[in-house]
DNA sequence: ATGAAAATCACTCGAAAGTATGAGGGCAAA
DNA sequence: TTTGCCCTCATACTTTCGAGTGATTTTCAT
């Protein structure tokens, strides 16, 4: 965003000087061309005594106006565009109170339902017999559940799977 | 921030020599243009004297050719600088909000220093041994630490005590 | 300097946690 | 249908934890 604005300050000003800068340029130079060319003309008259006047300010007058379509034309047409796309990539280890588990890390860790519900009651401080009565299941299986679990979180102990957790954003 | 700068070194050299090269160019062009002009006109004053009823044609002429230098002018003059940046942007969102103990309730709890030392290393995943070793003190006294702080925070186990602990803001 | 709290350490014992292994049923993908 | 993973449960064993008790030393404030 800030920069967007920076390059506004920056940018715009420069260009539209710019331009003005060649518009003058373009007015200036095309009406000393155009008086050069009435003198030049009007020298090569008493030269040859040929031209009509009404003509060479007419021609001249056509020119300069044709000259001005054709620059007005190609402003038109081709405008210049700088093209400024910021992607911000936005990268979240938010742990605030709206808590949405991380997917990238629980994929990664290849846990199950079951072992991550037994991981948030584990992390909520009941022992396997607690969260084995919480679950209607046998101790044993919370048990084969914490083992399977410390293996893939690669932890050897309850509270390091749950500091591992909170960390990883799988848990609160 | 770079962005900028890129833009600085590529740009401003840029513009100036292109600024010098057109104001040489203009000048360069419309000198040959004049020049080219009179000999057409010079040209066709020939033809006009043959040819009646060609004014409309030449007239044609120099509004075709008036036309296309103003577009030339233009497309010279004013360059499209097509530049698309694309900026990827990381914005790490900061959830390291630095930690400061809830004095309040820790003097509530009544935990003594060396207490919260051994809080702090259970709530990182260490086993009693592994403070013991870290603190350069007997697993004994470890126990004897844990045990003091279960019976101070009204806790069973360790997961309790960290639980607690983080809740009431005693560790980060 | 004196007493209270803190820190240190030890020993026992039971509870809880963790390891290893096996096994059966369910379910979905290959 | 086979294969693989998940969930379940069990048994046996080891390790760690936690409770209880008691003791010595250090630290610190009154």
Redesign the interface.
């Known amino acids: 965003m800030e ?1 967007l604005n ?1 390059k506004a300050k ?2 715009l000003p420069d260009m539209s000087t ?2 003005f800068f ?1 518009k003058n ?2 007015i200036l ?1 095309y009406g000393s ?1 155009l008086a ?2 009435l003198f ?1 003309l009007k020298w ?1 008259e008493l030269r040859f005594v ?2 009509d006047h009404a003509l060479e300010v007419y ?1 001249g007058a ?14 038109k047409l ?19 109170i709206p808590f949405s588990l991380n997917e990238k890390e629980f994929d990664k860790m290849g846990l199950s339902k079951r072992e991550l519900e037994v991981l948030n009651l ?6 396997n017999g607690e969260i084995a009565t919480r679950l209607f299941v046998s101790l044993n299986t919370i048990k084969t559940h914490t083992s399977k679990l410390f293996e893939k979180m690669d ?10 957790a909170k960390r990883l954003g799988l848990i609160p």
Not at 62 to 75: K, S
Not at 78 to 96: D, M, R
């Open positions: 920069i920076e920056i940018n710019r331009n060649f340029k373009i130079v061309s050069l060319l030049l090569l040929i031209f021609i056509i020119a300069l106006v044709f000259t001005g379509l054709g620059i007005w034309l190609a402003l081709i405008k210049p565009t700088i093209k400024t796309i910021i992607v911000e990539k936005e990268i979240y280890v938010n742990n605030s584990m992390a909520e401080g009941y022992s932890v050897k102990r309850r509270t390091q799977a749950v500091e591992k």
